[in-house]
T-cell receptor, first 113, second 117 residues
């Protein structure tokens, strides 16, 4: 059973508009979440994180929102740029330091010029 | 952020040979390193977790005798794919977590593309 879900395998957005990537999780023990960005043939790069004590974290063009009651988080990119075209992975883990992150299947974002 | 390197970035080998992939944390000490595998258009699949100085913990379905992991120091972990076969062709990515200070973040290497002929 997939504990972290990204139900949209792909998303296309016009340059300058907002990109919204969604992630849902099932394990109520998860309380720390990350978003990674991955280009083809490269390792993932960390984008932004959020812990369960917050419902929003912002870093430049990237904002992550967390809705604990709905077990849902989203990544907003605004304005979207062609260089943002990549696969975005949502990852979650419980607070226990020894536990590993569980990754979602990823959403491929294409930002069209 | 912290830097994790992998070597080689790409390797092509014949079926039956063994291939070693190195993962290094360049500016921090990684008490825990992770090895992932990614198939085309699929998510990252955790293969194993290794803590410095101890045996790796393998995920279900991953053959420990085929994928040998050594984490001999706080900055180096190696993955050896033994007797590689074409189905082992994949993109292997390592990740490292620092002992303290960086909290829950994991830093990823650039990946190694393995092609077994």
């Amino acid at each position: 059973d997939q504990q972290v879900k990204q139900n949209s395998p792909s998303l296309s957005v016009q340059e300058g508009r907002i990109s919204i990537l969604n992630c849902d999780y099932t394990n109520s023990m998860f309380d720390y979440f990350l978003w990674y960005k991955k280009y083809p043939a490269e390792g993932p790069t960390f984008l932004i994180s959020i812990s369960s004590i917050k419902d929003k974290n912002e870093d430049g063009r990237f904002t992550v929102f967390l809705n604990k009651s709905a077990k849902h988080l989203s990544l907003h990119i605004v304005p979207s740029q062609p260089g943002d075209s990549a696969v975005y992975f949502c990852a979650a883990k419980p607070s226990n330091y020894g536990q590993n992150f569980v990754f979602g299947p990823g959403t491929r974002l294409s930002v069209l010029p | 952020g912290a830097v994790v390197s992998q070597h080689p970035s790409r390797v092509i080998c014949k079926s039956g040979t063994s291939v070693k992939i190195e993962c290094r944390s360049l500016d921090f000490q990684a008490t825990t390193m992770f090895w992932y595998r990614q198939f085309p258009k699929k998510s990252l699949m955790l293969m194993a977790t290794s803590n410095e100085g101890s045996k790796a913990t393998y995920e279900q379905g991953v053959e420990k005798d085929k994928f040998l992991i050594n984490h001999a120091s706080l900055t180096l972990s190696t993955l050896t794919v033994t007797s590689a076969h074409p189905e082992d062709s994949s993109f292997y990515i390592c990740s490292a977590r620092e002992y303290s200070g960086r909290g829950n973040e994991q830093f990823f290497g650039p990946g190694t593309r393995l092609t077994v002929l």
